[in-house]
Every structure is written in C-alpha cells, then in structure tokens.
C-alpha cells in the first residue's frame, strides 16, 4: 500500500477563542447567508494558502493562524474568488482567483489542475488522478477537491469544495482512498468509487511554488 500526506498536519488547523481545533478554515464562519451557503471555494484556497505561508513556503502579510486571523484571509480571498450563483464551480475561477490572489500580494505560485468530466468515456482514468494528487501531497500542500457529485461514495458532500491530506492506494488501484478536511470535520474517503460513479465530475487542484522562487527562500 503507497501512502503520501502533507508533512506537518497541524499547519492546517485552527483554533477558535474556545481553543476547539479545526480541520482548516471553515465557510460557516462567513458574515452572510450567502457566504456561508457558497463560501467553500474561497475557504479551501484560504486554507492551502495558509498552509503554504506556515510552512515557510510563500509569503504574504498574515497576522496569526486562529480564527480571526483565517477569517480576515478569508475575506480577503473572497474579492478574488467570489463564487457564482452556482459557487465555485469550475477550477478555473479557483485558480484564477489565486493567482491574481498571489500577483497582488507578491509572491509567485502555480495552480495546476485535473478536470474529470462527467462523462465516463471523456474521463482520464482513475491511476492518472491518484498520481496527481500523489504529487500534489509530494510537493507538501494539500490538494483541493471540487466534487459536483458524490456518486456511490459516502461522506461526501456534492457540489462542494473540500482539502485532500491524505491518501493510500495499492499497486492496481483496486483501493483508493483519500483523507479529506472539511471545516470542522475530517473523513477518510472511498476516492475509487467517487470517481467511478460520479455523474458531474469534479476536478483536482494542486497548489507549488515554483523551483526559482524556493530556492531563493
């Protein structure tokens, strides 16, 4: 079994005023309706970009890692990736949004992406999106995960943008699984069978800094 993750769990959490942990930043934490109904675009992308800053690996002004302090992040990435009346719904508005996000703010990053179709004969297959996100956890930042349908899978919310930490497979990939973050909770997720039952698709998106920029860090 190939396990990969990201190197240091707890760059991801946040604690509230009470000292509760989170997995991440959390949409619900949003001021409107609204924002809380359609902010998980934003807040996943919020929440790799503080990994990244955490870890050491790009840098931009932030003035802690709690609550209030990923909220005004998240604030800000929401004039950046505002989502649409149907959210954040592709990985282009994602990407996009980051990287006028990381333009205005100074440092240089590249947002990759896997789109899978909703069609099953258009779709990449399942080995290809296992080792993209086997090298997205490789490059250590978590990989953000759009799902538009949840097919067959549990735990599993559609239309919903969530952070991959985790995942272990076999050689014939007969076993995929991820380890997802959510806000305020975390689920290990049968990634195989969403990806083979899915009727809407999705896509995958992997976050680095680019060679030049990390060696001059």
Known sequence: METKSIKTISHINVVDSTGLEYFGCNQQWYETFWQRLSGCGPSVATTLLLYLQRSGQIDFAVSGYDQTDCKLVMDDIWSYITPTRQGVNTSDLFCEGILRFA???GFKIECERFVFPRFDEERPELKDAVQFIADGLSHDCPVAFLNLHN?????????HWVSIVALDYDADFKTVNVTIFDG?????IDFKTFYETTK??????????????????
Do not use: H
Not at 151 to 159: D, R, S, V
Not at 200 to 217: E, F, Y
């Open 151 to 159: 097919g067959k899978a549990k735990n599993l919310e559609a239309w």
């Open 200 to 217: 809407k698709g999705g896509a995958l998106v992997s976050l680095r800094v680019p060679l030049t920029q990390s060696s001059d860090s």
């Open 103 to 105: 333009s205005d703010q």
């Open 184 to 188: 305020d909770k975390s689920d290990r």
